[in-house]
């Protein structure tokens, strides 16, 4: 179907064209279009998008706008039979061309289309050929294609394996679309999924929405760790009051003799400051104390990496030094509530677990709920948790798993420093090569690391206002034009941009319903009576 013809195209990456009168209500920002392939007549339609839509009346110049000084004066027009508004009226649209299908990609044309070129309007059907992914992987349906009825699809081997983020302003649905591709991917494969949840808001996963197959499913399948020796209360009684159910979790805890060398040199270091001779004890001791990192008491633990350290120990300096890395290690241990020291610790009447890291490793929705720390001590607990998922990932390598990170501007931030920081560096550089994927989610992309965002090769938008974060994902966003960012800061609630490897073009998405319970809702003011 014709709806138009091209008036100018300066670029082979756009195009104006004069939209007929009579399908004007069928053209909107959005709408896909096609031509001719003047380029390559073997291969298909060169397809394009509607991103500006403007209405013209050349009429009505600065000479006539002196005139329009009221409304009598218009209605003195339309008497004389002379209807401005539309005797002189044409709409104008401007598409961005997105190429010609070659295989499961888009190819862009090298040169601009023909002005008087027609502009087609293609059937529902041929879209929908146009737009599917085109091989016989995994695919993820999040919603559909917005305006139309077709199912918008993502290849969930390359949303994994090349790392994807979800970018938007506070209250522009991440955990929501964050939750949807979740459910997605717990349907479709079998992958764990592992989610860094500093608020506790995804907990919620546990209920299921409605009373389907597929969400009694998904709902089973989610797990919730709490750090051992924290206070969930409210929590838990804000989620049996909203749910009518109660909140299911295990509470864990980390072995301090597990942690690595450069994990327990770090956090000594970042929480207290270590001199030089504490760290050479340290090194000395800790060769020692990774033979055996079986749960021991505070006593037990402390005298072996005394006994460990002594042996490089000589004279009054370094005696004080020991001295001072063992006040300081029991310090550490003792104050972050995420360690324990004996089997069959409790909290209250709940008992404490170490976690099973392979536990995490298996198919599964694992929600780390980090809503009871502080900020310092989340971002400890992720460099330890991600460390050691990494470090099993590296070994095991035969199936994928996927971290999903909410304000992953707290533990990768693009300035400050934090302990978590290099661990997600690591993963979004290396992760790929182990199976091991990354979803960030952020409501600043400027605030987030640049070695982290860059490697996102696929981003999920929201509506993102702020000019520095627009200008930010400008930069270190392969897949985004300025006619993209254009349309990221008018999205409805409801709506996404997908760009990346996991579609063959930039897709507007009208997000679907959640098949379990969202935990992420706004308060609202009570009206005073």
């Not at 839509?53 to 002379?82: C, K, M, P």
């Not at 409801?494 to 706004?522: F, S």
């Amino acid at each position: 179907m014709r709806v138009g013809v091209i008036i100018k195209a300066q670029s082979p990456r756009s195009f104006w064209f004069r939209v007929f009168d009579n399908v004007e209500d069928r053209i909107n920002v959005g709408t896909f279009v096609t031509l001719d392939n003047y380029e390559n007549r073997t291969n298909g339609p060169i397809l394009a998008r509607v991103t500006r839509v403007i209405r013209h009346n050349y009429l009505v110049d600065d000479r006539v706008i002196a005139q329009l000084g009221s409304e009598d004066v218009i209605n003195t027009f339309r008497d004389y039979g002379v209807d401005i508004q539309y005797i002189a009226q044409s709409t104008l649209a401007r598409a961005s061309i997105i190429g010609y299908r070659v295989g499961a990609r888009f190819s862009k044309p090298l040169k601009p289309p023909k002005p008087m070129d027609f502009v087609h309007l293609p059937a529902e059907g041929e879209l929908s050929r146009l737009l599917r992914l085109d091989n016989n992987g995994v695919m993820l349906v999040i919603g559909n294609i917005r305006s139309l009825s077709i199912p918008a699809e993502l290849d969930a081997n390359k949303l994994v394996s090349h790392h994807c983020a979800i970018l938007a302003a506070t209250g522009g649905g991440k955990s929501w679309l964050a939750g949807v591709i979740v459910e997605e991917l717990a349907l479709r494969a079998e992958i764990p999924i592992i989610i860094i949840d500093p608020h506790g808001e995804y907990s919620a996963m546990q209920v299921p929405k409605f009373t389907t197959d597929d969400a009694k499913y998904v709902s089973g399948l989610v797990r919730v760790y709490v750090p051992g020796k924290v206070d969930t209360t409210s929590l838990d009684e804000y989620f049996r009051s909203r749910f009518g159910v109660e909140r299911r979790y295990t509470r864990f805890g980390i072995n301090p003799r597990a942690l690595s060398l450069r994990l327990m040199e770090g956090l000594l270091n970042h929480y207290y400051g270590l001199t030089d001779a504490q760290r050479r004890i340290l090194e000395e001791a800790w060769q020692y104390m990774g033979m055996n990192n079986e749960l021991t008491s505070m006593e037990e633990f402390l005298n072996d990496l005394e006994k460990s350290g002594g042996k490089v120990v000589r004279g009054y300096g370094n005696e004080l030094a020991l001295s001072t890395l063992l006040t300081k290690v029991r310090m550490l241990v003792e104050n972050r509530p995420f360690f324990i020291t004996r089997p069959g610790e409790f909290y209250g009447n709940e008992p404490i677990r170490l976690l099973d890291i392979k536990e995490l490793m298996e198919y599964g929705i694992h929600v780390l709920d980090l809503s009871g720390l502080d900020l310092v001590d989340q971002q400890a607990l992720v460099a330890l948790i991600l460390s050691d998922i990494f470090r099993a990932s590296t070994v095991r390598r035969d199936k994928p798993i996927l971290i999903v990170v909410e304000e992953a501007h707290n533990y990768a931030p693009s300035v400050s420093s934090s302990l978590s920081t290099s661990t997600l560096i690591k993963i979004a550089r290396e992760g790929r090569k182990f199976g091991v994927g990354l979803c960030i989610i952020s409501q600043r992309p400027s605030k987030v690391h640049p070695d982290v965002l860059s490697q996102c090769l696929t981003q999920v938008f929201k509506r993102i206002i702020n000019p520095i974060d627009l200008k930010y994902v400008r930069n270190v966003v392969e897949f985004i034009s300025d006619e993209d960012l254009w349309e990221v800061r008018v999205l409805n609630e409801d709506d996404a941009l997908v760009t990346g490897l996991a579609v063959p073009m930039p897709l507007p998405v009208k997000v679907r319903d959640r098949l379990t319970e969202h935990g992420g809702v706004t308060p609202t003011l009570i009206p005073r009576k």
